[in-house]
Every structure is written in structure tokens, then in C-alpha cells.
């Protein structure tokens, strides 16, 4: 049992491994910059603005969206470990073909930087939750904080590899655009530019690397455990079979068709178990999923934008990197804490004072700029402290209200929310920020974390012990 308890805790570990080159999503934010000056220069179309940039995160998240479900299907399909290196595949070939897309076109860059990169990182991110929940599941939001903390950090390291190969001697922009109420700054120097397109290369080679080191830790329970288990519960084997088949590992395509929550239990959930067909006509599931639609708004706004917005009163490039690589730490942390809090305490509870304190973060988030660095620097710690609870609260939630027989669609399902709102997200930064200027986006932002708090409240699903969920 020991062994098999260490071998989940190497499972945690490669899972995590792989959400470090998928939560690279986040360093997008610190890439845009570079990236809408070199479209600028050397690209379609010359006149491109941060606005317009937002529509690659909205491209990965629709991509990603789409495909999440498609990965808790591979999972049961072809196992966690090809699964998730088919993902991994997907989401590299997004980013290597980046390097001559974007000589192409800003809309060729949007296919393979927005769009199969997002796939890629969709068909890859439920597997290795799955399977750590089978490891662990009476500590299902732990579990999914520690993998999740993973996809939150990985633009720790990335936006130090991004900054420091294009602009290793900390050049400031030398572009500015004037408009009434907030101006934009970007690069025109070629020596920063040209190093764009090869970064995308070298992004592309180190995660490749890394993911295939993570696919190579993770790995399912072992057959007897999951045996004995049923055994108990459901007479199907006798001890002898133990032997037999000590060497063999769980695949659900091995054992007759029994619930996974009669296998493993949680005492924490609702005891429900949900097809997808019928998660879909449960009033409570689109609770969460509008709850998780207008908490999306923060999601795609702030990590597109803070460096345009820190850019107007921070001239280092270096010391933007450096907010990013740092937000990063604290996004992965959130997602380990507020993972726990839903153990300790309840969903419910614990998507309230997400909410709030988001809500009050982007309200005063343009403060910032009157505050100077390190103000800027602790407001963007706190809120993607934050908002990193979504990706660690709404798995838990729907393992917990809905079962874990059929948690990785019924996810992706809930995740294409996100889908939507991101789009609506760029939409709504193309054409509000020339209206309503960097406060007025950031406090309607805000407004969305209210509305989220007023639908989490709303929320009426009991655990078995009679709490809320």
C-alpha cells in the first residue's frame, strides 16, 4: 500500500509536470507585446492593436473548451498517459508553427497560437486530474489544487525565457499611441523583433520536453486495490484473484461496469452520478456554468492586458517579466488554497470570497497606476491569487455534485462556458476600452465578479451529510 501511495504521489507530480507547459496560456499576456509590435512592423495587418490581441487567449480558450471534454473521452478511450501526450503533441505543433505564422498574418497566428494551442491544451488537461482523483478521493480539491497549481505557475518560468531571449538588454518601447483617455506603447526596434518568430521554436522544444518526462511519471491505480475494493462492496471477486493479477493496472476498459463512486468514495459529494445528457438538464449545472462564464471575464482581460496597462506608467520590461513570473507563483499557491478551502469548508463558501475579493481587486486595480511598481505588482499577485480558485473550485464542484463516472466530460462540458465568455471577453476589450479607458474596463469586469457571487449564492446542492457542497 505504501508503494502504491507513492506511486500516486508521482502521478500528482508528472500531472503537475505537464500543467506547467500547459498553464503557459498565462505568459500570453507577457508575449503580446512582442507580438502585436512585430505583426506591426513585418506583418498583417500594420495597424494592430492590443484590443485585437485579446482574440488569441478568446482562440485558446475556445480551443480548449472544445477539446476538454474530447480529453476525459481519450482518457476512457486510449488511458491518461496517450491521452495526454496526444494533447501535449497538438499544443507544441500549435506554438512551433507560431514562428511562421506570424510572418504571415495576425490571422494565420490566431490558427496555431490561439487555436491549436488551445486544442492541444484541452485534450491534456482533465487526464491527469482523472487519474489523480483515483489516487485520492476523499482529498479531490487538493488533489486537483496541486495539478491545477501547475497550469497557474507555468508562466513563472516562461516569462523570464520569453523576456530574456527578446529583449535580453531591457530595451523600453519606442512607440507610443495617444488617445483621449490612456495611451499604448510598443517596439519598433528590429533587433528585439526579429528574436519574435525563434521563440516560438524554443517554447515549442522545452515543452515537448517536459511533457513527455510528466506523460512517463503518471500512471493509474494498480488492479488489486481497485479489486479489493469491489470485492467489498460488490462480491464480484474472491481474495484469491489478488495474486493473479497483482502486476496488472487499472484501466476502466478491465473491470465489469461499476460506478466509480462506489469505488471511490468521498464523503464529501452528493452522492449523484450524472450522464452528460443529464447533467445538462440539472438546474444547478448551469448555475455553475454562469457562475464560471462571468468569472471568465477576469480570466481573459487581466492576463491579456496587464502588461499594456502596467506599460503607461512602468518603463522596465524586465520588471513587467518579472509581475508576470511572480503573479504566476500566486496563481498556482491560489489554486492549492482555495482547493483546500472547498475541503475544509464548501464550494459554496469558498466561490463567495473568490468572488468578492475579486470583485473589490479589479475595482481598485486602477489605482494602480497612482501607487507606482510595487503597488501594481501586489494587486496583480492578489488577483491572480484570485481568480486561479475557478480552476481548482469547479472541477472539485462537479466531481462532488455531479460523480466521478463521468467527471471528465461533464467537465468539459461546464468548461465551455469559458469558451464562450472568453470570445465575448475580447469582443468586449475591442470595443470598450476606447469608451470607457482602462478603469471603466477594469471596474466592468468587476461587475461580472458580482454577478458571479449573486449566482454562487443562488446555488442549492447538498452533500450527503446535509451540508452545502
Known amino acids: 500500500m505504501a508503494t502504491s501511495k507513492w506511486r500516486g504521489y508521482v502521478t500528482i507530480l508528472g500531472g503537475i509536470i505537464v500543467h506547467l507547459t500547459l498553464g503557459t496560456l498565462y505568459s500570453y499576456g507577457n508575449m503580446a507585446p512582442y507580438a502585436a509590435s512585430y505583426i506591426r512592423k513585418y506583418s498583417s495587418p500594420s495597424d494592430i492593436r492590443y484590443q485585437e490581441m485579446t482574440f488569441i487567449l478568446a482562440a485558446m480558450a475556445v480551443g480548449q473548451g472544445s477539446c476538454i471534454q474530447v480529453g476525459g473521452f481519450l482518457e476512457k478511450l486510449i488511458g491518461v498517459r496517450l491521452s495526454t501526450l496526444l494533447g501535449g503533441l ?21 490558427v496555431t497560437y490561439g487555436l491549436l494551442f488551445g486544442m492541444g491544451i484541452g485534450i491534456a488537461y482533465v487526464p491527469p486530474m482523472v487519474c489523480a482523483n483515483r489516487w485520492f478521493p476523499e482529498s479531490k480539491g487538493l488533489v486537483n489544487g496541486a495539478i491545477a497549481a501547475g497550469f497557474g505557475g507555468g508562466a513563472f518560468f516562461f516569462n523570464f525565457v520569453q523576456t530574456y531571449f527578446i529583449n535580453p538588454h531591457n530595451i523600453k518601447p519606442n512607440i507610443t499611441l495617444e488617445f483621449d483617455d490612456h495611451v499604448e506603447n510598443y517596439y519598433g526596434q528590429p533587433s528585439l523583433l526579429e528574436r519574435v518568430p525563434s521563440c516560438f521554436l524554443l517554447q515549442a522544444g522545452i515543452f515537448i520536453v517536459m511533457q513527455i518526462i510528466g506523460v512517463c511519471l503518471i500512471s493509474n491505480p494498480p488492479a488489486p486495490q481497485q479489486l479489493r475494493t469491489l ?15 497483482s502486476s496488472e493496472e487499472y484501466h476502466p476498459s478491465h473491470f465489469p461496469k461499476v460506478p466509480e463512486e462506489q469505488i471511490y468514495q468521498d464523503p464529501k459529494s452528493s452522492g449523484n452520478i450524472y450522464r452528460p445528457l443529464e447533467v445538462i438538464r440539472h438546474w444547478p449545472f448551469w448555475l455553475l456554468w454562469f457562475t464560471f462564464a462571468v468569472n471568465a471575464q477576469i480570466i481573459v482581460i487581466v492576463p491579456s492586458l496587464y502588461k499594456a496597462f502596467g506599460q503607461t506608467f512602468i518603463h522596465s520590461d524586465q520588471f513587467l517579466a518579472f ?12 489554486r492549492i488554497f482555495w482547493g483546500q478551502f472547498a475541503d475544509k469548508a464548501s464550494y459554496k463558501l469558498a466561490m463567495c470570497f473568490l468572488t468578492t475579493a475579486g470583485a473589490v481587486l479589479l475595482f ?25 480558485g475557478n480552476f481548482a473550485l469547479f472541477p472539485t464542484v462537479t466531481a462532488r455534485a455531479f460523480g466521478m463516472d463521468h467527471f471528465g466530460t461533464n467537465y468539459g462540458i461546464l468548461f465551455t462556458s469559458i469558451t464562450l465568455a472568453s470570445v465575448a471577453g475580447a469582443f468586449l476589450a ?16 468587476g461587475g461580472f465578479s458580482c454577478i458571479g457571487l449573486l449566482l454562487t449564492l443562488l446555488l442549492n446542492v447538498k452533500r450527503l451529510d446535509g451540508c452545502h457542497i
Not at 509581475?323 to 498556482?332: H, I, T
Request: aromatic letters at 16%.
Open 231 to 245: 470485492s467489498v462492496k460488490t462480491n464480484l471477486i474472491s481474495d484469491d484473484d489478488d495474486d493473479d493479477e
Open 430 to 445: 475591442t470595443t470598450m476600452q476606447d469608451t470607457l479607458g482602462w478603469n471603466g474596463l477594469f471596474e466592468l469586469v
Open 364 to 388: 481598485t486595480l486602477g489605482l494602480t497606476a497612482y501607487g507606482g511598481e510595487i503597488m501594481f505588482l501586489f494587486w496583480m499577485c492578489a488577483i491572480f491569487f484570485t481568480f486561479s
Open 90 to 110: 497538438l499544443m507544441c505543433s500549435g506554438v512551433a508553427l507560431s514562428a511562421f505564422t506570424i510572418k504571415l498574418s495576425f490571422y494565420w497566428l490566431l
Open 323 to 334: 509581475v508576470g513570473s511572480l503573479s504566476s507563483v500566486f496563481n498556482a499557491g491560489g
